[in-house]
C-alpha cells in the first residue's frame, strides 16, 4: 500500500512556458479540494534546496490563468545534480512534511526527478512544461501551442514584408533539440523549406532548390529554421545562401524568446488545468515516477525515465507533406 500523501509540494524548472501558471492553479486548487496542503517552491529544485517554500491556498493562483511565465519562478539547477544537493532537497522537504512533488518542466527537469524519486521516498508526478514539445508518451506539451502560434502570427507579417520586396526571408524559430516549433509554424506559414535537428540539413539541395524559385519568378520564399539545425541557425544558413546567390536579396529575422512569454492559448489552459488536476489525483492514488500526458484524448502515465530517453520523433509523412506544399 503506497503511504497516504498530505503535503505536496508544486515547482516549475527549466524553461518556462505559457500555461505553466494554469498547471500551478490546478494542482493548488485540486490539491486543497481534497483536504491537501500544498506548498509553491520557488526557482525550480533551488527553491527546495534554499528552502525558499511558501503555503499556497486558492487565492494565491486567483487571477493567473491568463498569464505568461511562471509565478513561482523557475531556473535550471545544477545543484539538484549532485548527490549532496539532494540530499539537502530531501532533507528540507522532510522538516516541513512534504511526501508528494509535482514538477512542471522539461526534460532536463524530469531527469532530476527521476533521480530524485529513486533515491528517496518521495512520490514525484511530472507535467510536459516545455514549448519544444520534445517529450514522449503525449500529444500536447504546456506552452506548445502557444509558442507556435505567436511563430505563426510574427512569420505571417514577415511574409507581408516579404511579399512587398520580393525577398527571401530565413527566419530562425526555438527549438535547441527540437524541430517542432520549426516545423508546425512552417507548415502553418506556407515555407518553402523547414529545418530541424531531426533530420540532416543539404544546404546543396537548399541552394539549388531556391535557384529554382527564382528562375520561376517565384518571389516570396521563405526558410523556416530551427535554432538547433545541425547546419547551425539562420545565420549561418544566411551565410551559405547569399555567397551562393549573391543576387537574391535576403534578410534573416530570428523570433528568440517572444515565442516562450504571452498569454497562453485556450488549447495550452485546457491542457495545463487537465494535467494539474491529474497531477493530484495520481500522487493520491499511489503513483509515483511518472509523468502525466494526454494521448487520444485519454491520461497517460509514462515513467519519468522513459518520457526523457524516448524523445517524440518526427515523422517521414510530415517532411513528405512539407516537401509537396511548398512545390
Ligand atoms: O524552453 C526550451 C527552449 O526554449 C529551447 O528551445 C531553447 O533553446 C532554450 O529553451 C533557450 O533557453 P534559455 O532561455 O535558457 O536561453
Not at 498530505?6 to 485540486?30: C, E, F, Q
Not at 525558499?52 to 486558492?58: G, K, L, N, T
Request: aromatic content about 6%.
Amino acid at each position: 500500500m503506497a503511504k497516504k500523501v498530505t503535503k505536496i509540494g508544486v515547482l516549475t524548472s527549466g524553461g518556462d512556458s505559457p500555461g505553466m501558471n494554469a498547471a500551478i492553479r490546478a494542482v493548488v486548487r485540486t490539491g486543497n479540494y481534497y483536504g491537501l496542503e500544498v506548498f509553491g517552491i520557488m526557482r525550480g529544485y533551488s527553491g527546495i534546496i534554499d528552502n525558499d517554500i511558501v503555503p499556497m491556498h486558492s487565492r494565491s493562483v486567483a487571477n493567473i490563468i491568463q498569464r505568461g511565465g511562471t509565478i513561482l519562478k523557475t531556473a535550471r539547477c545544477k545543484e539538484f545534480f549532485t548527490p549532496e544537493g539532494r540530499l539537502k532537497a530531501y532533507n528540507n522537504l522532510k522538516k516541513l512534511g512534504i511526501d508528494g512533488l509535482v514538477i512542471i518542466g522539461g526534460d532536463g527537469s524530469f531527469r532530476g526527478a527521476d533521480i530524485f524519486s529513486r533515491e528517496f521516498d518521495i512520490p514525484c508526478i511530472g507535467l510536459p512544461g516545455t514549448i519544444d514539445k520534445d517529450i514522449a508518451g503525449t500529444d500536447f506539451t504546456i506552452g506548445f501551442d502557444t509558442a507556435v502560434n505567436t511563430a505563426v502570427e510574427a512569420i505571417d507579417k514577415i511574409r507581408d514584408t516579404a511579399d512587398a520586396h520580393d525577398r527571401l526571408f530565413i527566419i530562425e524559430v526555438m527549438g535547441r533539440d527540437a524541430g517542432y516549433i520549426a516545423l508546425h509554424s512552417g507548415i502553418a506559414t506556407g515555407a518553402e523549406h523547414i529545418l530541424i535537428p531531426e533530420r540532416k540539413t543539404d544546404i546543396e539541395e537548399l541552394v539549388a532548390s531556391l535557384q529554382e524559385k527564382e528562375r520561376r519568378k517565384k518571389l516570396v520564399n521563405m526558410v523556416v529554421v530551427a535554432e538547433g539545425d545541425e547546419f547551425g541557425g539562420a545565420n549561418e544558413v544566411a551565410k551559405v545562401v547569399k555567397e551562393r546567390l549573391p543576387t537574391t536579396d535576403t534578410r534573416v529575422c530570428i523570433l528568440g524568446h517572444i515565442q516562450r512569454g504571452g498569454s497562453p492559448t485556450c488549447l495550452d489552459r485546457l491542457i495545463a488545468s487537465r494535467m494539474g488536476y491529474a497531477a493530484v489525483e495520481s500522487l493520491l492514488e499511489g503513483r509515483h515516477n511518472v509523468m502525466v500526458g494526454i494521448l487520444n484524448n485519454r491520461m497517460h502515465y509514462t515513467l519519468l525515465e522513459r518520457a526523457v530517453k524516448s524523445k517524440q520523433k518526427i515523422s517521414e509523412e510530415w517532411i513528405k507533406i512539407v516537401k509537396i506544399l511548398a512545390s
